[in-house]
């Protein structure tokens, strides 16, 4: 069986205008009542072959949305004020979102575990927001997200094939 990282990597390119084309179709027909728990089942069954700790490319490639609660949870972890930590590892983005102020994400080691795991972002612990019926409340993240995480490409290629 094929490597689900390196199968993104080798059919991505061929296969992404056609996903695209089927989350935009999604987002604008009537979405199916079904399509969240479907999600939910391809997102465990998909998640039982990914190993994120291989891939990271969300810690790579993508600034996480840093919220409140967020700051004072790593701060406190850190032992900074929030003041200290907003100025040294936060930023605003341009749609107004705070989210850390560099890419690769600075926790993020060399063997891709991350030194801030068990107080990490809302966001971090959410992503790839395709479980928990939230996959139809996040079809445009999923757009977006199908070119860095191998994990949203095969949960929509199971999809479509439903």
Request: contains cysteine; charged residues 35%.
């Given at each position: 069986m094929e490597d689900p990282i390196q199968a993104w990597k080798n059919k991505k390119s061929e296969t992404?205008?056609?996903?695209?084309?089927?989350?935009?179709?999604?987002?604008?027909?009537?979405?199916?009542?079904?399509?969240?728990?479907?999600?939910?089942?391809?997102?465990?069954?998909?998640?039982?072959?990914?190993?994120?700790l291989k891939c990271a490319n969300c810690c790579t490639s993508i600034p996480p949305i840093v919220n409140k609660?967020?700051?004072?949870?790593?701060?406190?972890?850190?032992?900074?004020?929030?003041?200290?930590?907003?100025?040294?590892?936060?930023?605003?983005?341009?749609d107004g979102d705070t989210v850390m102020n560099v890419s690769?994400?600075?926790?993020?080691?060399?063997?891709?575990?991350?030194?801030i795991y068990e107080v990490r972002p809302k966001a971090c612990r959410a992503y790839p927001h395709t479980n928990r019926h939230e996959f139809s409340k996040n079809i445009n993240l999923h757009i977006q997200n199908l070119n860095y995480c191998p994990a949203v490409f095969h949960i929509v290629e199971q999809l479509r094939s439903v």
């Open positions: 992404l205008h056609a996903q695209k084309k089927f989350l935009t179709n999604l987002r604008k027909n009537k979405i199916s009542k079904n399509l969240d728990s479907e999600a939910d089942r391809a997102h465990d069954q998909v998640f039982a072959k990914v190993d994120c609660t967020d700051t004072r949870r790593i701060a406190k972890h850190l032992g900074m004020k929030v003041s200290e930590f907003q100025q040294e590892y936060l930023v605003q983005d341009e690769p994400c600075r926790f993020l080691e060399a063997d891709n575990t991350c030194t």
